[in-house]
């Protein structure tokens, strides 16, 4: 354990381990911001991919932030298989960041990492109030090294709204009549999903159908499996949906392949901003990236764009021990 010293604030860190789960949910659901995704039930479906490096904040003996890390070659990383990671709990503001980046550095320093790579929970996850991580990292000498470009459409303001060839097609998919959005089976969208992954882009769902099923019995009001049907009740599209408490997150997508595949999607995205189940959140369309170069994918970034979506940027910062 790295302390402080007496003239910096009451705060130690100190490395997560076997045992704190109880601890560490504790924080996590306390938030604010309620990120489900950094519950240890949830991680656990990360465990035999990475190593855990995450750390504790304590003030005196009590946990009151976290900073979920894995090991990553020489370094500490931001988790990889989530979108995002970053501090926890009590913000900046609360903590004071000179001392809590001292304090960083000599933990690093202690345990022979050279760098930390940080991505840190965007602005639209965070309750009004709740203070950035990337200003502290910046007056921390941390600098932008990676950004990942996301899309949102706020329900609450239709605008820019969708493109006019896009337009016309959720008008003629809707022209029929009788759509709706309404939860399906959890091995039926798997499917699905599992099935456009492999046409569209020769790839597999990241996660296996038993751990969806485990999602879904853990985080019953948390993740929805939902499917856009027609007027005949066949199913067109559908989305594994994660909800915050300003964001409902695409997780994952699928469906039929036809000439109208453009349409169903982007009625089933405008179907969820009009559902009352999910008033007033952001929906999140998830990262635009090509999987092998790690560059924006600008065919569905403009896609997701002409959908109404608004490109957002997501950086990750490196911190250096030694600065």
């Known amino acids: 354990m790295i302390c402080p010293t007496p003239e910096e604030i009451a705060i130690c860190l100190t490395s997560y381990g076997p045992g704190m789960e109880f601890l560490w949910d504790g924080i996590i659901r306390l938030d604010p911001n309620s990120l489900f995704i950094f519950e240890r039930g949830y991680l656990a479906h990360q465990?035999?991919?990475?190593?855990?490096a995450s750390i504790f904040v304590l003030h005196g003996e009590k946990p009151v932030a976290l900073l979920p890390l894995v090991r990553s070659g020489e370094d500490w990383v931001s988790?990889?298989?989530l979108p995002f990671g970053g501090l926890l709990g009590l913000p900046f503001g609360r903590i004071n960041p000179g001392s809590f980046f001292n304090q960083l550095r000599s933990l690093m320093r202690h345990c022979g990492i050279p760098r930390l790579k940080w991505t840190p929970v965007p602005w639209y996850y965070?309750?009004?109030?709740?203070e950035n991580d990337d200003e502290a990292l910046l007056a921390a000498g941390a600098r932008v090294i990676d950004t990942k470009i996301s899309c949102i459409l706020n329900t609450q303001d239709p605008h820019p709204g969708p493109s006019r060839t896009i337009g016309k097609r959720i008008r003629r998919v809707r022209r029929a009549g009788g759509l709706r959005v309404e939860p399906i089976p959890v091995e039926i969208l798997f499917s699905l999903v599992a099935n456009t992954l492999l046409r569209r882009h020769d790839a597999i769902p990241l996660h296996n159908l038993a751990e969806w099923r485990d999602l879904r019995d853990r985080y019953p009001d948390r993740i929805h499996f939902l499917g856009l049907h027609d007027h005949s009740g066949r199913l067109m599209s559908g989305v594994l949906g994660f909800q915050f408490p300003c964001v409902l997150r695409i997780q994952a997508l699928g469906y039929r392949e036809d000439k109208e595949s453009a349409g169903w999607m982007a009625a089933l995205y405008h179907c969820l901003c009009e559902?009352?189940?999910f008033a007033g959140l952001r929906l999140d369309l998830g990262t635009s990236m090509e999987a092998h170069t790690g560059r924006p994918n600008l065919d569905l970034l403009r896609y997701k764009q002409s959908i109404g979506g608004r490109p957002v940027s997501i950086p990750t910062y490196e911190l250096n021990s030694q600065e």
């Open 126 to 130: 965070r309750n009004a109030g709740r």
């Open 79 to 81: 988790y990889p298989g």
């Open 47 to 52: 465990q035999g991919r990475y190593q855990d």
């Open 275 to 277: 559902d009352p189940r």
